[in-house]
């Protein structure tokens, strides 16, 4: 089973109903005991980043989501999901991440139109597994106004252009992120989200 996290934010049903059409059991949840028994872990989200951070350490959920990560369970982050993962952002003030991967959240340049909204290419550097049967520069759907900055760019899985190039989905071992949301893409979101399953059935 795979333990979608609810602390408050985040497209929750829309993930819970992609997984099901794909036929992968998957469950919302608040609960930490839930979250730690999992085969594998989903972070959805969407709105700031210190707010998902306050609400997954008032849930109790921090430690669960992070231990389940560096014990080797697959996870997949969404938006908010990706984010988090990451040192710090620069949203609202300096706000540190989970820091599972070193980098900064930033803002796009002035100039842009924020948020980055709608259908954009997603170019592939390092394919991972959950997108074996996505082809280069596919077309996924985003709604963010911040973007991540890794340290270690051979954990950069994909890129996207919108005034800069950035990194649109990260992935390292067990670890899947993406910027763009899955489920609200359609019937390649879909794919990604049935890639998500074959490799939690893998592992």
């Not at 989200?45 to 560096?70: M, Y």
């Not at 990706?82 to 991440?97: A, I, M, N, P």
């Not at 979101?189 to 592992?203: D, E, P, S, W």
Request: neutral net charge; contains cysteine; hydrophobic residues 40%.
């Amino acid at each position: 089973m795979i333990a979608i996290v609810d602390y408050g934010m985040g497209n929750l049903k829309s993930v819970e109903k992609g997984f099901k059409k794909v036929g992968v059991d998957a469950i919302v949840t608040s609960n930490p005991v839930v979250v730690d028994n999992a085969e594998a872990i989903v972070l959805p989200g969407v709105g700031a980043f210190k707010d998902c951070i306050r609400n997954l350490s008032d849930l109790s959920l921090t430690e669960s989501v992070v231990t389940s990560i560096n014990k080797g369970k697959p996870f997949l982050g969404i938006c908010l999901g990706l984010q988090v993962l990451f040192s710090e952002s620069e949203e609202f003030g300096t706000c540190k991440g989970l820091d599972i991967f070193r980098g900064k959240v930033v803002r796009f340049q002035k100039g842009l139109k924020v948020p980055h909204m709608g259908w954009n290419t997603v170019r592939i550097i390092n394919r991972p597994p959950i997108l074996s049967d996505i082809e280069d520069n596919s077309f996924f759907y985003f709604v963010h106004s911040f973007y991540v900055a890794p340290e270690e760019k051979d954990v950069i899985a994909t890129t996207t252009d919108y005034g800069t190039t950035f990194a649109s989905m990260v992935w390292k071992d067990n670890i899947f992120a993406t910027q763009f949301h899955p489920e609200k893409s359609q019937e390649l979101g879909l794919k990604v989200l049935a890639g998500f399953g074959k490799f939690v059935r893998k592992n």
